[in-house]
């Protein structure tokens, strides 16, 4: 069963901050929150992840809270090539490869 | 650089045959994982491979196999196809398991049970 809690669809206008949040009050001290979307008919893409410190890449930016029990993806501009299904997994270093995604958030970006 | 490459794309099916999906990691890439995803569901993990052993098995009849060869590349077989076999059938893969590293995925190949 998948590890996390996301709101099922949300929706974003175009050029603002998409700031999508996930649940995972039951993380562990060397689990990692990882991030992947997948755009229609296509395979999911990474996007980022991080242990404890916020992240950023070019893509987006990644704030866990102190507790660890929730994090936040932001977009910093949405554009419509945002519109996806957004995955949060939690997922243990020592676990391998196997990723447990869950229902992930429908985010529509709207122009 | 090639991301990791699947073949074939769509490929359509009877109930009792059997398929074989092939996936190319990406260059220097040792470990590959295969998932299957249901239309409207997300992705669940079948297998990993991991310098040609395989390294974790998700639950899955022993209908599906799979196998990795010396240069990374591996094979998904299906036997016994069944109607519920259909769905997007994905690959990925990352330069090694147990680590932070994340995995990178195909488009997947689109199999039709008729």
């Known amino acids: 069963d998948a590890k996390t809690t996301q709101p099922p669809s949300m929706d974003c206008a175009e050029g603002r901050a998409a700031n999508l949040p996930c649940n995972h009050s039951?993380?562990?001290?060397?689990?990692?929150v990882y991030w992947y979307r997948q755009i229609h008919s296509q395979g999911p893409q990474y996007i980022i992840h991080?242990?404890?410190n916020n992240e950023t890449n070019e893509m987006a930016s990644l704030i866990i809270t102190e507790d660890r029990k929730s994090s936040t993806l932001i977009l910093p501009h949405a554009t419509l090539r945002d519109t996806a299904v957004y995955y949060c997994?939690?997922?243990?270093?020592?676990?391998?490869?196997?990723?447990?995604f869950g229902e992930g958030t429908q985010l529509t970006v709207n122009p | 650089d090639a991301g990791v490459t699947q073949s074939p794309t769509h490929l359509i099916k009877t109930r009792g045959q059997h398929v074989t999906l092939r996936c190319s990691p990406i260059?220097?890439?040792?470990?590959v994982s295969w998932y299957q995803q249901v239309l409207g569901q997300g992705p669940q993990f079948i297998f990993q491979?991991?310098?040609?052993?395989?390294?974790g098995r998700g639950n899955f009849p022993d209908r599906f196999s799979a196998r990795q060869f010396p240069n990374y590349s591996s094979e998904l077989n299906v036997n016994a196809l069944l109607l519920g076999d259909s769905a997007l059938y994905l690959c990925?893969?990352?330069?090694?398991?147990?680590?932070?590293?994340?995995?990178?995925f195909g488009d997947g190949t689109r199999l039709s049970i008729l």
């Open positions: 260059s220097g890439h040792k470990s």
């Open positions: 997994i939690v997922i243990e270093e020592t676990s391998g490869s196997r990723l447990t």
């Open positions: 491979y991991y310098e040609k052993e395989e390294r």
């Open positions: 991080g242990l404890k």
């Open positions: 039951t993380i562990s001290g060397n689990e990692y």
């Open positions: 990925a893969s990352s330069p090694r398991p147990y680590s932070n590293q994340p995995q990178h």
